[in-house]
């Protein structure tokens, strides 16, 4: 009696062992799975809400958004065919550029009265998907001709960013304690020639992307972007 207790098997079968490693892989591929799917679904969620924005600022302007690219629209509010709005979608991102014509008159930073419509219409818009939107952040950006009025191009792009989030605050009445928003300024150090990602990005290339009279129109813009809540 004494030798068949000694002799009891305490580890596991070889075949246990195997069917309870399948099982926790079973279980870990439908995590995976599960995760997958969620994260599908909620970029399917945040797609619609941005093509919502855009086919909103269209509707304001009885226009059709033009597609310049894949995730890529731009909007021409008067119908000249000018590039007035570009508003470019990433996975949880959306980019709405503005060119600074159609908001500031030239070496000012006061929003004139045609920007101040402009910005009430998507102020409205934005008002509608705050739910869906956990920061907002208003970039500045200038070309390489510098300012006299101003100690330097940064200081004028921050000074256009900040306005523009005091009229969002003060006539659209998103509130940056409740929605969370920021103002900043890139200066001229961020032409749209610019890349993401690009590494070596120098002053020769700054020289570059601003050389001709449509490069600098296309870097003087205010960038709105807006973070989707996954």
Known sequence: MEREAFEFNFWPSFADLMLALVLVLVL???????????????LEKVQTNQLTVIESIAKAYDATPNQLGTN??????DRSGSH???????????????????????????????????????????????????EIQIQGHADTDQ????????HLAALRAIEVLRFFQNESGIDPAQHLMSATSFGEFDP???????VG??????????????????????????????
Request: no cysteine; net charge positive.
């Open 28 to 42: 870990l591929l439908f995590m995976f799975a599960a995760v997958i799917t969620i994260g599908t679904v909620n």
């Open 72 to 77: 890529v629209y731009e909007i021409s509010i």
């Open 84 to 134: 007035d709005i570009e508003i470019r979608n990433e996975p949880a991102l959306q980019r709405i550029t503005f060119s600074d014509k159609i908001l500031f008159v030239p070496n000012d930073y006061k929003i004139n009265d045609k920007g101040q419509a402009v910005l009430r219409m998507v102020g409205e818009v934005l008002k509608q998907q705050l739910p869906n939107i956990r």
């Open 147 to 154: 300012t006299a009025r101003f100690p330097s191009n940064t």
């Open 192 to 198: 749209v020639q610019r890349g993401r990602e690009e």
């Open 201 to 230: 990005y120098d002053r020769d290339k700054l020289v570059r992307d601003n050389s001709t009279l449509e490069l600098k129109a296309n870097n003087r813009r205010i960038e709105l972007l807006l973070f989707y809540r996954l």
